[in-house]
């Protein structure tokens, strides 16, 4: 089956992780231009990119600033940006009733999956063709659907994407955009 990608540009944020690999070694098997994205992973991304011939950039999602320089070097170095996927995210190792998390703890699980998941698709959105095929997928957990004990936190983040961000999103752009959500 083709799936129309040979040549596309493709950013996975969070490329070097587990799921984020899987996504970027998907991609360049259907012939796409993959830039993965790293935060804190940067030999596992650069090992992953050399080994897919593919590309790698750093940034600090949570710092819209930093996302905004990411953007505009890729489009500076490779073109624009075909496809989001918004897969950065962090997932607490330790378990905790809703009411033992500190709000530190708390505050850093909203920036490191909502902010970033946020801050991504904006700056996309900002620099995307309006006119030309594009597409946002953001990845959400069956814990946004089911609730999961122990980590409420990143339930309610991962909930906040995949229905509240997303549906809005979806109708916002609305005959503004040729770009499709998921």
């Known amino acids: 089956m083709d799936l129309d990608l040979v040549g596309k540009i493709v ?14 070694r998907t991609f360049v098997a259907e012939g796409a231009n ?28 949570r710092k819209p600033i930093d996302v905004e320089e990411l953007f505009n070097e890729i489009n500076e170095k ?16 330790t378990p905790q009733k809703m009411w033992e998390i500190d709000s530190e703890r708390w505050s850093n ?17 900002l620099q995307a063709n309006k006119t030309q095929p594009t597409s946002i997928v953001m990845i959400g ?11 409420s936190d990143y339930a309610t983040v991962k909930g906040a994407i995949t229905s509240g961000l997303l549906l809005s ?14």
């Open 109 to 125: 699980t909203i920036k490191s999956n909502l902010d970033v998941t946020v801050n991504t698709v904006k700056q996309f959105l």
């Open 34 to 61: 993959v830039i993965i994205h790293y935060h804190s992973s940067e030999e596992t991304a650069t090992n992953l990119a050399s080994e897919l011939n593919a590309h790698s950039f750093y940034a600090d999602l």
């Open 141 to 151: 957990s069956t814990a946004g659907v089911f609730g999961e004990a122990g980590h």
């Open 169 to 182: 999103l979806k109708n916002e752009i609305s005959g503004i955009y040729n770009c499709r959500i998921n």
């Open 78 to 93: 490779i073109g624009p940006i075909d496809i989001c996927v918004a897969n950065a995210g962090y997932y607490p190792e």
């Open 11 to 24: 950013l996975v944020t969070g490329g070097a992780g587990g799921i984020g690999q899987s996504i970027s």
